[in-house]
């Protein structure tokens, strides 16, 4: 019986607000995506969420207004008030992929995870390069494919050819509940 886990990047104030395309691309996006997160919430399946926290002297803020930036105390750092649930776990992330030197490996090992549901913003980079990462680690991993967001379409649509044809399984979000209710059926 599989065991599975959500995790979200990048659900944050900075990446939500980057610029108009990205405003409304979440704004269609976040509906369908706290939808998820409450009906898996409502199955036991434990919400990780992967926040950017970058340095001071990162090369991101050389261009990014103050506001904006992914620093510590930033207004641009603080994740999405309408995502968050006292329940779920934060893990900072200093770079895309969430498992570049944090403890989501370990996380989810601690929670008997075999399978990740991966989620958020920018389809192509952090929530692509976190899904490789969970492959390259062992886990199965599924794509809910209208709960990842980038400014551009096309952008989306290359990042789920790509993963779809190498290593994730990729369904919308309202057949995610179903199949985390199949396999406790198992």
């Known amino acids: 019986m599989p065991t599975y886990a959500i995790v979200t990047n990048d659900l944050q104030v900075a990446a939500a607000t980057l610029n108009e395309e990205r405003k409304r691309a979440v704004a269609a996006f976040l509906p369908r995506q706290k939808a998820l997160l409450d009906s898996l919430r409502a199955l ?15 090369p991101r803020n050389a261009t990014t207004p103050d506001e904006l930036r992914y620093t510590r105390g930033s207004v641009g750092v603080r ?14 992330k200093p ?31 952090c929530v692509q390069t976190t899904a490789a990462d969970a492959h390259f680690r062992g886990y199965r991993v599924v794509i809910p494919t209208d709960c990842i967001v980038s400014s551009n379409p096309e952008d989306t649509q290359q990042a789920l050819k790509w993963m779809s044809e190498y290593f994730a399984t990729l369904l919308p979000s309202v057949e995610i509940e179903q199949l985390v209710r199949a396999g406790r059926d198992e």
């Open 95 to 125: 770079k895309d992929s969430g498992f570049f030197e944090t403890t989501l490996d370990e996380t989810l090992k601690k929670l008997g995870v075999d399978t990740v549901i991966i989620s958020g913003m920018q389809a192509q980079i």
């Open 44 to 58: 036991d399946v434990p919400v990780i969420h992967l926040q950017l926290v970058v340095s001071d002297d990162d």
């Open 79 to 92: 994740l999405l008030d309408e995502t968050l649930a006292e329940s779920d776990l934060v893990i900072e």
